[in-house]
């Protein structure tokens, strides 16, 4: 459950950040900034959690803590220490 978490998190987390930084390259609208803005923040949270709950399978979790893109590095290492367990 804990994985299913995570990886939801942190698809949303680098989603948001995305829409986020095109929001404030393009149009600046603060109707985007207004809703996509909390949306990210609670992912990154939820990414930190999740991932520090996780972090028995791979150690430190220092991964979760780079926005946008720790928590997909952090479903990544996951996933390769998983199937190198499987050999």
Not at 26 to 33: E, Q
């Amino acid at each position: 459950m804990t994985m299913r978490i995570l990886r939801i998190a942190a698809l949303v987390e680098a989603v948001s950040l995305v829409v986020l930084l095109v929001n404030l390259a393009t149009v600046h609208a603060p109707g985007i900034s207004g809703w996509t803005g909390p949306l990210h923040g609670a992912s990154y949270v939820t990414v930190i959690v999740t991932g520090s709950l996780a972090r028995s399978a791979v150690g430190v979790p220092w991964r979760v803590l780079i926005p946008g893109v720790g928590g997909l590095l952090m479903v990544r290492r996951i996933d390769a220490d998983r199937r190198d367990g499987d050999r």
